[in-house]
Structures are given as C-alpha cells and as structure tokens.
C-alpha cells in the first residue's frame, strides 16, 4: 500500500487534483481490472484510448487516475494525476509502487530484431549454473530460480514488469535477464528501470506495421541505449551496420563484440555441424552445441556479458560448452529410423529464415532435400510475407506455404501476398496448404522419403494458434513427433 505522493515521487506532473495522500493498493492500465484502492492509468493506444474508461474505471472504485489530459466531470473523491505523457509517467510510477526492484538487481536487458530469447535464455542457464539465483523474462516464459511464470509479451507492460521484478528481489535473486522489444521502448514499458547492461544483437526488417518506418524502428532500439546510466555496460554487435547507431548517444561505456573486425570480443568459427558449433573466442578454442553463425553471434554476446559482468572467462566458457538451445529455437527432432530430421524454428522474419536455412544448407548430408514450411502472422508487418516465401524458395528443394497465427486476417488473403514473393522459376515446387497440420504431415508422408530435412518456421515454441483472437491448441513440435510416430 502506498499514497499517491510516495508513488509519483520525484515524477514531473502537471497538476494534482484531490487527496495526494489516498492509499493505493493496485495499478492498472485496464478499467475492467478496476477495484478498489485502485489508480487506474489511462493510456492512450493503438486501438482505443484509454481516457474513454476513465468514468468505467471510478464506477468500478477506482481511487486515482493517471492521465494527459482531465475528464470533464471530476469526482470530489477521486485523485486525478495529470501528466504530459501517462505511459511514461506510469513507467517511474511502476517502479516507485514496487519500491525500485530494478535498482536490487542486477539487470541486463537485450534488443534487436533477432536473438534476444536465445541470448537471455542461455545467460540465465548460464549464471544459474555459475551459481546465482536468476530471472528471466522472455517471449518463451519468465522464470523465477525454477519457478515458471506464463508469458504474454516479449517485454510485459511496466506494471507487471515491476511487480515480477519485485518478485525475483523477494526471491533472492542478484540477477534478472530480459528481453527489450522495440515496442517496449517505445510504450515506456522499460521507462524508469535501472538496468546494469544492455546488448544490441542486430536489426533487420520487421515490425514496420508498428513503427511504420526503419527509422522509426531503428530509433525506437536506440532509445533503450539512450536511457541507460553512465555505469552501465553497452555490448554491441559491431558486424552490424547499425551497430554504432546505437550507441552514438549512450553514457553507458561501450563494449563491442564481432566475428569480421577487431572487437571487444574477438570470435571465429573453427567449424559448424549438425554436432555444433567450434568456436575460438578470446584465443580459446570451445566445442558449443548450438548451430549455426547466428548463433556464434549470440554465444559472443553472452561471454562479453558474462566478463562485463565481473565473471571468470575460463569458468564462462567452460559452462557455456554445455549450454543446449531455447527452446524452438533450431529444435531438432530425429524420426526413429535417423532417417529423416524436423527442425522447429521461430525464424518469422526474413533475416531470420535466410539464416535458418542457409546454416541448414552448409551443416546437411549432400543429397538431402530441405522442405520448409513457412506463413506469416496476421495483424503483423505484411511488407514481409513476399519476401519470406522468396527466401523459402531460393534457399529450400520444396515450399509449403501454410498458416501461422491468422489472428483476425483472412489465411487465404496472407497467403495470397506471400505467393506473390514466389518466383515463377520455383512455381513447381511450391504448395500452398492452408491447414498448418495438414501442410506438416503432407511434408512428412508425401516428400520426405529419402531422409530429408524438414524445416517447419515462424511458430517455434508457441503451444497454440491464433486464429480470430481464439488460442487453438498448436505445437509443431507435437505434430512432427506424432507424424514421425514417437
Ligand atoms: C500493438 C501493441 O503493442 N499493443 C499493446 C498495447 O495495446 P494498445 O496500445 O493497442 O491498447 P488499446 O487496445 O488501444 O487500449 C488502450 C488502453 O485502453 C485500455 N482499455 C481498453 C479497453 C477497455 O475496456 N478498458 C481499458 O482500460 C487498455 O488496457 C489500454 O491501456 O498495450 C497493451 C497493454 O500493455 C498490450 O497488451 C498490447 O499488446 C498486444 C496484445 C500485442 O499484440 N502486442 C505485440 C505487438 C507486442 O507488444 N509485441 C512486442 C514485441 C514482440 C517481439 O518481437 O518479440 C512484445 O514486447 O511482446
Ligand atoms: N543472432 C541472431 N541473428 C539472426 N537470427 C537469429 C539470431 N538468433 C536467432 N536467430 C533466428 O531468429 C529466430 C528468433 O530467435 P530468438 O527467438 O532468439 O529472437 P527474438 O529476438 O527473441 O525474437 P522475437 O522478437 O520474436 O521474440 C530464431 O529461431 C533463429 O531462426
Ligand atoms: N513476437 C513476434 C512473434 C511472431 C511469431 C509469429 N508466429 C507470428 O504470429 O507472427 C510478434 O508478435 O510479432
Ligand atoms: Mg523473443
């Protein structure tokens, strides 16, 4: 329980209207959460805004309000914050209701386009094993030590992302690892936090139906750098072209990490295989199980981060040898006979696929077909669906076009787009199959009999499918096992 003058300490405010020193007992940015001693954030979204339920949120018991701009009818009762910008003022408001749990931790935030699950995933296995009580919060779950938390967002809004910080303080925890989306920086989500480092992984073409430009896109990532304190560590691929961009304005002290130039942290491949990857890193050579140069990129920006972070280098790269990738993250699953391998990947981006199945083509036996089975989201960047169907044709033997999460957009409408990306010379060996269970086990029974490799993209570790706001039951994973009948 706090008073709105202890919650909005040290937050710029334009007026306050009524009793400053009303107890509060909850925040909320939705009016049907409203109860009593509640402060309910009006914010102003995409869709609807906020401020149109603030008269909701007071029938509900509402106590405060946080908003831009008044209501006409003000409540006696009621104590109404009034700020230049809601969601920005909610992000330090956040943090003062739950006592500044950020400012406990240890925090390392990660941005970019591709590579942010990977590379929290694997620092929380990593510190976990090197001894600490850790937290994460990812697109795949947040966990708290072994406690998993269900998660519904890359990076939760800054209520709830305070309120499980709060919890992992509670729990003991020195560090917490987390996903920074574009969108987070740009809602304020993060506003407010004090983070101990931050990595920039890269940024490529997505979310342009959100940040409607690249430019946006890019400043959006830059705006996590631009936040940071000068005690703070920025690690940066630097083989990225916006790389520097990042962190031209940052006071954090910058460290930089590359597989081409001289870097902070200097790595090279030795090998790549299906056994994974052989990797000299800061002149020591390390066997790792993941696959792939995408991920020689994310294993350096966990060893920069684990030796920013005061670790010994030996002691990091020996336990990071073991670590074994995120879930649906290149996830391999081997039919019974060895003959024929499935590999679930969260690759929904153009950058991404063309890295899946380029480090397919470079790790597979010569004579094995690649089948990928791709779609693309509804509701979600359409620029990118030709451009991936373009990518599946160039870099695989045979395409199934089929359905990822439709959301409220008509399959065939998506599907349509994407075939519009196919070119003519690869017409023949692509398929559209709307059914995303039919299109996998068609790959499987139908074109996979000489122990081929089947690429199923876009949905990685989603357990369900969303189709017109509904969640169906839906694991590519699920499907592959039964068709290979494990
Ligand atoms: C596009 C986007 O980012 N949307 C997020 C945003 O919603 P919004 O701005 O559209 O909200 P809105 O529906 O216009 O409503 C405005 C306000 O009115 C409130 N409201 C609305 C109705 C009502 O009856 N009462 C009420 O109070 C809402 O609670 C909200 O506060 O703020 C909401 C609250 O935080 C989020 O849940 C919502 O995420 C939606 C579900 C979503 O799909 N987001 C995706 C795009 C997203 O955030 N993705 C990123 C990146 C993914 C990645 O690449 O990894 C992520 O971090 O997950
Ligand atoms: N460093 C990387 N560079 C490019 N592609 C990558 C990298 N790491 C992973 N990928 C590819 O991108 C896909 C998504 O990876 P991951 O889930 O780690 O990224 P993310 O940034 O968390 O994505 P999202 O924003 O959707 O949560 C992977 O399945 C893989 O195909
Ligand atoms: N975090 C990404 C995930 C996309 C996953 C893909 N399966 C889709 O539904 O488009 C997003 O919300 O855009
Ligand atoms: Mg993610």
Known sequence: MKTVTQIFQQVKTISVLGNPEVEISQLTIDSRQVGPQTLFAALKGTQTDGHSYIEKAIELGASAILCQDLPEVIHPNVTYIQVSDSAESLGYASSNFYDNPSSKLKLVGI????????????????FRKLGYRCGL????????????IPSTHTTPDSINLNKLLAEMVEAGCTYAFMEVS???????RI???????????NITHDHLDFHKTFDNYIKAKKGFFDMLPKTAFALVNIDDRRGSVMVQNTKASISTYSLETLATVKGRIVSDSIYGLEMEIDNKEVHFQLIGTFNAYNLMAIYGAAILLGEDKDEVLINMSSLQTAPGRFEQIVSPDT????????AHT???LENVLKTIKQIKDGNQQVITIVGCGGNRDATKRPIMAKIACELSDKVILTSDNPRFEDPEEILAQMQKGVPPIDFKKTKTIIDRKEAIHFAINELSENGD????AGKGHETYQDIQGVKHDFDDRVIIREAFGI
Not at 137 to 148: E, F, G, L
Not at 191 to 201: D, H, K, N, P, Y
């Open 350 to 352: 153009p950058d991404a």
């Open 453 to 456: 490799i089947i690429l199923v």
């Open 182 to 188: 574009s969108h987070s920086v740009v809602q304020h």
């Open 137 to 148: 919060i990812s697109t795949v779950q947040n966990q708290i030590d072994d406690t998993i």
């Open 339 to 346: 003959r024929k391998v499935g590999i679930v990947d969260y």
């Open 191 to 201: 506003t407010g936090l004090s983070f101990t480092g931050a990595i920039f992984s």
């Open 111 to 126: 941005t970019g386009t591709n590579g942010k699950t990977t590379t929290v995933t694997l620092l929380f296995r990593l």
